[in-house]
């Protein structure tokens, strides 16, 4: 497999004016997954669009890495509730449909 | 074009101090930020909404501005006439004819008239602009026989055409991000993305679950009764079916690998369960209803 491109974090932390120790609280609560190569850290380019939405929840709401830890667990709660309720309505529906036709 | 009452918007009197403009701003971002809201339409239009708001409330000179010219709104022509040259006045940008989910201008009719589109205060886009493209976000719609077959759809997205090739078993509601294909890039950054969610529409009598396929089978009573050969159709063609004697309505049978394809896995399917629906037959005639009155009885005498 090839290496992923990897960014250097000071330069996402010029480009999107953000504290290296924010970058430092996602990587240590497991919310983002940093490289270090010789003693440098680097986010991979695949993982930049994960970064940019922490970011903007936390510059836009004002909210700090432990709350963005807690948003994130939620939102996957919700996908997942998500995803049950469309399975549930789906067997619904066929099931009225099932019904229409026996009848 | 109608006037937007952006007091309204943020539920805030029109003396609110600046303070009271932020704090009715965030609370209000609080709720309805898509990056908390994902897949939720409304709560963007919302989000756009406050934004819009607070971009001409929680700037002074655009307040004023607003504030000034705001109230006469009705007399908008008389307005533009007096104010000519002074605005800019800008199309929005094309949005390609696909989807039509995303691209649409982030400011209303009634903002750009006034201030033009040049604004830039929002967050999505704003900041983002500087170094990598907007993701997109489109839905297709595909019927369940398509989703059956790996097979390649070419889309428009923003004047771009993009050769999709769509694997077989793909899911309702899932969704698969195409790299590069979103908002291009600024100042060397890299593009954005493309999100294509897939919405399936069932037009077969089959049901699905995941790689499993459902349903039903008319059984006539004699086939029930006596056992025999039936043709089941199947999601690809016909399959001959033994079925043994004293089979009972709801009775179930698995066909191995007669189901769906499973995403990814070529050559690789899911089961197909039959429900046999034994029908009884009707509009019997005089011999038929006697021959079952002595089955009748042969049955209760053999019981006692």
Known sequence: MANPKLILIETLCTHYKIEV??????????????????????????????????????????????GIDVIFRLLDKVETLNKELQEARRKLKELGVKEDESF | MDFIDYYQTLGIPKDATEADVKKAYRKLARKYHPDVNPDDKEAD?????????????????KRKQYDKYGKDWKHAEQFEQRDSGGYTYRQR????????????????????????????????????????????????????????????????????????????????????KIKGKGGKGVNGGPDGDLYIKFHLENDTAFQREGDQLFATVDLDLYTAILGGEIVAETFDGKVKLKVPSETQSGTKVRLKGKGFPRYKMEGEFGDLILTYAVKNPTNLSEAEKQLFEQLRKLRHHGKS
């Open chain 2, 93 to 176: 940008p094309d949005t390609g004819d696909f989807g039509g989910g995303f691209s649409e201008s982030d400011y209303s009719d009634f903002f750009e008239s006034m201030f033009g589109s040049s604004g830039g205060g929002f967050s999505q886009g704003g900041r983002r602009a500087k170094f990598r493209g907007q993701d997109y976000h489109a839905e297709l719609h595909l019927n369940l026989r398509d989703a059956y077959r790996t097979h390649q759809q070419v889309l428009t997205v923003n004047g771009e055409k993009i050769r999709l090739t769509i694997a077989a078993g793909i899911a309702d509601g899932q969704t698969i």
């Open chain 2, 45 to 61: 239009r919302k989000f756009k909404e406050i934004n819009e708001a607070n971009e001409v409330l929680s700037n002074s000179e």
């Open chain 1, 21 to 66: 120790s924010f970058i430092d609280s996602l990587s240590e609560l497991g919310l983002i997954e940093l490289y270090t190569v010789e003693e440098i850290q680097y986010l991979p380019e695949e993982k930049l669009s994960l970064l940019e939405k922490m970011i903007r929840i936390h510059q836009d709401l004002q909210i700090n890495p432990e």
